[in-house]
């Protein structure tokens, strides 16, 4: 019997994964391709056959293995069903895309795509830091900020795709521009991509005398004392924190999974998060079964081991 394949990718701004992985989980390929700037749909269906053609005859036949399968994991308001992207403001899509079906006349696979922390709570889920709990959430602080819910033992979408978009809470009455195309959303003010830019308004200059571009820049002159510095990133972790209680408050869960480039690796900002969650959620909320709150644990391939899960029928 053949061994059957499963082709993952996860896309983000600026890089992407792909993976080629078997029914046993054992991985056979991994490779990590640079996003083409300021991607059209054609460019980035172009770079993701490529890359699968490039490997069929090294890999899939010695490993008697089939695969018509391509499972897709990338920030965006995503239509599982109909494999729309109706936007992705991280590749600057701004009208809806029909990439499931692109890629699949491209390619000759079937494809599925799902929003980056659906895939990823899902991965979290069944092979990481939420295994065992039947109500969880992941939530992604990187570039943006993301949310996706299991709720009762499944994956929770919504009626169209879209729930878990904790990203786009409103919690502020300043006027900030978000991607989205919205205002004063709670990534606008609170993601990686804000903390750069008010540590650009504010700072100027990181460590080095260079003009600073990066949250890890402005991360870096905390790290050294700065007091202006240290503010940005408290107020960013503290509004976080008090968005997801919001959602604790709503959901009720009792796991939440924090991941992204952010969240996952500075512990003093994982630490704020916490406090000021357990600080503003109801206290049965978080004390009747106690909330745990903990990193991810297969960062950064949560995404593409939810895809797995979903695409290989491990998950509903």
């Not at 919690?171 to 989205?180: A, E, I, L």
């Not at 993601?191 to 830019?197: E, F, N, T, V, W």
């Not at 200059?205 to 890890?216: D, F, L, P, R």
Request: proline letters at 4%; one cysteine or more; charged letters at 20%.
């Amino acid at each position: 019997m053949d061994n059957e394949l499963f082709w993952t990718a996860d896309i983000g701004g600026t890089k992407i994964l792909l993976m080629l992985i078997d029914r046993q989980k054992s991985v056979l390929f991994r490779k990590k391709i640079p996003t083409p700037a300021r991607p059209e749909p054609e460019a980035l269906v172009e770079v993701l056959k490529k890359e699968m053609l490039s490997v069929g005859k090294e890999i899939i036949v010695p490993a008697g293995g089939k695969t018509n399968k391509l499972g897709i994991s990338m920030a965006g308001f995503v239509d599982h069903r109909s494999g729309l992207v109706h936007q992705s403001p991280n590749l600057e899509w701004h009208s809806p895309v029909p990439l499931a079906r692109m890629i699949g006349e491209a390619t000759g696979l079937q494809v599925a795509i799902e929003n980056d922390a659906n895939a990823a709570v899902v991965g979290e889920a069944y092979y990481g830091a939420a295994r065992g709990f039947k109500d969880a959430v992941y939530v992604t602080v990187s570039t943006g900020i993301g949310g996706g819910l299991f709720l009762d033992g499944k994956l929770y979408r919504g009626s169209n795709g879209f729930a878990g978009e904790v990203g786009h809470i409103k919690p502020f009455g300043k006027n900030r521009s978000c991607k989205c195309g919205g205002e004063n959303c709670l990534e606008a003010w609170a993601s990686g991509s804000a903390i750069a830019c008010h540590g650009a308004d504010l700072l100027g200059k990181g460590v080095s005398g260079s003009e600073i571009k990066t949250a890890e820049d402005v991360f870096t002159l905390a790290d050294s004392g700065n007091t202006v510095a240290r503010s940005i990133i408290h107020f960013a972790a503290d509004n976080v924190g008090i968005g997801l209680s919001n959602l604790v408050n709503i959901v009720n869960p009792a796991c939440l999974v924090l991941g992204g480039g952010i969240a996952f690796n500075r512990e003093d900002f994982l630490e704020r998060i916490s406090k000021k969650i357990f600080e503003n959620a109801i206290r049965p909320a978080v004390n009747v079964t106690p909330l745990k709150i903990v990193r991810a644990e297969l960062e950064p391939e949560a995404g593409i081991w939810g895809i797995y899960a979903l695409l290989s029928g491990q998950a509903d």
